[in-house]
């Protein structure tokens, strides 16, 4: 777990021995999309849902506790205060791994990822994968209602991170995947230091350079409709240095 930071697991079973799958989603303020996308997403019987609440103040945690699956299905990680995308992501995948699932994945909380996705990115998982990304760019642009500035910022992300990183990667950037436990294991996360967005990225580069078999999976991205984005231009920045680190350290360890 993230060090020095309290966090409060409601849930009975850890140390439990799963073979099956998790998805981890890390949510503040999403309260009017939990409960249709946990609906959905309970329709894969193989998966089991984790979500990382950062103490929403429109008690979205409380939202999850209510539903009739939790601590069923349905799982919740508290976090007593805001602390950041990438450090909720990173409390989930130790969790799935604590809890002995083969495979642990993420995605948003605000609908952008399609639940019914989650499906064949399980089964690129079980034909061999190890890291099972769901792309907007391979073959073929599939993204609906973005603005043409946030297209293009994705787009020029990606064509940066495979120049300077070699990502072999069409979307480098997404943050919907399924990682096997094998991998989630090799990865030093100490090496992950981006505290928002950038963390997809070296996610994506640590885990091939422990050797992951990449498979990206064709999605469609579809702008959300409930909520506001986080987006912001400390993360778009930060990104573009944690970019330049990690094409510093693919030099130095080649």
Not at 75 to 87: D, E, I, M
């Amino acid at each position: 777990m993230t060090s020095g930071m309290a966090l409060q697991t409601h849930s009975g079973m850890i140390n439990q021995l799963h073979k099956s799958f998790l998805i981890v989603i890390p949510v503040y303020n999403e309260a009017d999309n939990i409960d249709s996308l946990l609906n959905d997403l309970l329709v894969c019987p193989e998966l089991d849902i984790l979500v990382v609440d950062d103490d929403s103040p429109d008690k979205t945690g409380d939202r999850v506790k209510q539903h009739p699956q939790f601590d069923k299905r349905i799982f919740l990680l508290s976090r007593p205060r805001k602390s950041g995308f990438a450090g909720a992501c990173k409390d989930g995948y130790r969790w799935g791994v604590a809890n002995g699932y083969n495979a642990c994945g993420t995605m948003d909380a605000d609908r952008s990822h399609d639940p019914k996705d989650v499906l064949r990115l399980i089964e690129a998982i079980k034909q061999g994968a190890q890291m099972a990304v769901g792309s907007r760019y391979c073959g073929g642009i599939r993204i609906i209602n973005w603005p043409m500035k946030r297209f293009l910022l994705s787009w020029f992300a990606g064509v940066y991170t495979r120049a300077l990183c070699r990502i072999p990667m069409t979307d480098p950037t997404s943050g919907f995947k399924m990682i096997s436990r094998e991998i989630l294991d090799a990865i030093d996360w100490q090496l992950c230091s981006a505290d928002g967005y950038g963390f997809q990225i070296e996610l994506h580069f640590f885990g091939l350079r422990n050797g992951a078999k990449l498979r990206e999976v064709p999605i469609v991205f579809t702008e959300r409709q409930q909520g506001t984005s986080k987006m912001s231009k400390r993360i778009v920045i930060e990104a573009m240095i944690t970019v330049i680190a990690l094409a510093f350290y693919r030099i130095c360890h080649c």
